[in-house]
C-alpha cells in the first residue's frame, strides 16, 4: 500500500502555514516530529474506510485524496477532495466516533500521520489550536450544507457546470490551461449526485457549445463566464 518511510521536516512544511499549526509553540511542533509516521501511498490506496476506529488525523504534504461515502447500493458519493495543505480525519478523533467517510488517493500523496494523543493534547492545552480547529469544523460544516442545498435545488446541469468551476479554483490549472486534477467520468458523477451517462451526455454538451475542452480524462475550461451563467453563480 504505501513504501517506506519518509523524513519530512514539519519547519520546511507547506502545512506549518495551515491555521492550526502556525500557533504551535516549539516544543508542540517537536512533539509532533518524534510522534508523526510519514507515508507515500500510491493512487488507489485507501488510508481509511467508513466505521474505522481512528487512531489519529492526517496531514496532506503532497497528492489529491478523495473522500467520500458509500452508499446502500454501493455508489460512492464524494463530500470532497483534500490537496497538500488540508488535515483529514480530525473530526472522528475528537468525537471519539468511528470515521464516517472513506478516503482514497486518486494522485500519489505524502501523508503524515499523527497519533490521537497529540491531537488531544493540543486541544485541551493550546488554547489557539482549539480555536481554530473550532473554524475548521464549522467551515466544513457549512461547505456539508451548501452541498446538500445544491442536490436538493439545482439540476444536474447547474452542478456539473458549478463542479468544474469549484474545481478550477480549487486546483487550479497547468501552463496549457488543462485542470490540474484528473477525475474520471464516475468519479465526477459521484461528485455531482447522478448516472455516468448523464456526465457523459452533460461534457459532450458543454464541449459542443464551447464551454469546455476534453480529452480523455484531461478537462480545459474555455469559458468559465459560460459555466457560471449555468450554474447560476
Known amino acids: 500500500m504505501f513504501e517506506d518511510p519518509i523524513d519530512l521536516s514539519c519547519d520546511s512544511c507547506t502545512i506549518r502555514t495551515h491555521p492550526l499549526f502556525r500557533h504551535l509553540v516549539e516544543e508542540e511542533l517537536q512533539e509532533i516530529m518524534l510522534n508523526k509516521i510519514t507515508e507515500t501511498y500510491k493512487r488507489g490506496s485507501i488510508i481509511y474506510q467508513e466505521g474505522n476506529r481512528m487512531k489519529g488525523f492526517y496531514c496532506v504534504q503532497s497528492g489529491i485524496i478523495k473522500i467520500y461515502q458509500t452508499g446502500f447500493d454501493g455508489k460512492e458519493q464524494i463530500i470532497r477532495f483534500a490537496k497538500p495543505g488540508d488535515i483529514i480525519g480530525y473530526r472522528s478523533v ?39 480547529l473550532m473554524k475548521l469544523t464549522c467551515k466544513e460544516l457549512g461547505e456539508a450544507n451548501s452541498y446538500i442545498t445544491d442536490i436538493a435545488q439545482k439540476t444536474v446541469k447547474e452542478r456539473l457546470a458549478e463542479i468544474l468551476i469549484q474545481l478550477d479554483d480549487e486546483f487550479g490549472e497547468d501552463a496549457l490551461g488543462i485542470l490540474k486534477i484528473s477525475l474520471t467520468r464516475e468519479e465526477l458523477s459521484n461528485i455531482v449526485g447522478t448516472a455516468t451517462e448523464s456526465i457523459i451526455r452533460l461534457l459532450s454538451e458543454f464541449k459542443n457549445k464551447g464551454y469546455i475542452e476534453i480529452k480523455g480524462r484531461k478537462i480545459k475550461i474555455l469559458d468559465k463566464p459560460g459555466l457560471k451563467y449555468i450554474a447560476n453563480i
Open 94 to 132: 475528537v468525537s471519539n466516533e468511528p470515521a464516517c467517510t472513506t478516503t482514497e488517493v486518486i494522485e500519489e500523496s505524502v501523508l503524515c500521520h499523527i497519533p490521537t494523543e497529540i491531537l488531544l493534547s493540543l486541544v485541551k492545552n493550546n488554547g489557539n489550536f482549539a480555536v481554530e
